[in-house]
């Protein structure tokens, strides 16, 4: 969509619905109740309802929820619920989004300053509703990339985490069923170079065939400094292996939009390539593309912006 075609858009941050525990009585309606395998929601009664424009609604409820994992006993939880709905359009998204207090890593953070910089770094979008993620790594007990989400990470299309695990997430299509489900979402087994031109647009893609090795004969490989948990020696401390990019063929990235290098071997990484052919040995948060891929060659040539 082009700026300024839209004056005021809307984002809705996660998810839809965020509920709050609470030790109120709960006077639940049996006939309006959803049940799986391993839960059951019971819709109780409306406490206030407002029209917040743009089509959004918010509706305040009280509800009564019982879940089991396992084999331990159900617990019963009465809740105070806080639901906003909109009609899927192109022009409102629910999206889910990762503060960036750096290029590398990821971080705490206040929903406030979530909110604030998302705007800050969308001009004409504006977040009407929002809550904190769970499934991360809260307490940092990965030293070596602390914070990070536990399952997979996809935002605007973008792979930043790649887990197979359960997800849920909205396409953004403007379709009545706009929402997906999987109890076990699958990634390629190769990386992919996205090349970008001046105008953001991608114009090229191509497979990665090697990572932090060097390339065979038409290849293309990724380079990138890495962290692993030192583990039981010391559950306090990493390691930090240096990659060095060959002085020919390279294309380095030393100032990424951003860049999330991990050990299994995964990075995601954006930015603008600034230094060609020279041996440099990579700090932790940029990384290279090394090619003997002559396409891939003439497709950079010219165009600087690139995603792995």
Not at 261 to 290: H, M, R, S, W
Request: charged residues 20%; aromatic residues 10%; negative net charge.
């Amino acid at each position: 969509m082009k700026k300024g075609l839209i004056k005021i858009n809307l984002i809705l941050c996660l998810t839809l619905v965020f509920t709050f525990l609470t030790g109120v009585a709960i006077k639940a309606d049996t006939n309006n109740f959803l049940e799986t395998e391993f839960a059951k929601y019971q819709v109780g009664e409306t406490i206030k309802t407002l029209d917040l424009g743009s089509g959004i609604s918010w509706t305040k409820t009280t509800a009564f929820s019982t879940a089991k994992r396992g084999s331990s006993i159900a617990t019963d939880s009465p809740e105070v619920v806080n639901m906003v709905s909109v009609k899927s359009s192109n022009e409102v998204r629910i999206i889910n989004y990762t503060y960036r207090p750096t290029s590398a890593g990821w971080s705490l953070q206040s929903l406030t300053k979530m909110v604030n910089q998302f705007e800050a770094n969308n001009p004409g979008w504006m977040v009407m509703a929002g809550v904190n993620g769970d499934f991360y790594d809260i307490s940092a007990n990965d030293k070596a990339l602390p914070y990070h989400t536990t399952g997979s990470t996809i935002s605007d299309g973008e792979v930043l985490r790649a887990v197979e695990s359960k997800s849920v997430g909205w396409t953004n299509s403007g379709d009545e069923r706009s929402f997906l489900a999987t109890s076990s979402l699958t990634f390629t087994a190769n990386h992919n170079l996205a090349i970008y031109n001046q105008d953001e647009e991608i114009v090229a893609t191509f497979q990665i065939d090697k990572i932090n090795e060097a390339p065979g004969p038409n290849e293309t490989a990724v380079y990138f400094t890495y962290r692993y948990q030192a583990g039981n020696e010391d559950p306090n401390k990493y390691y930090e292996v240096v990659e060095t990019v060959p002085s020919s063929n390279s294309y380095i990235v030393e100032k990424p939009i951003r860049c999330l290098p991990t050990n299994e071997p995964e990075i995601y990484g954006k930015g603008v390539i600034n230094v060609e052919n020279e041996e440099v040995a990579l700090e932790f948060g940029q990384f290279a593309i090394v090619t003997n891929n002559q396409v891939v060659k003439d497709s950079l040539a010219n165009n600087k912006l690139i995603r792995v």
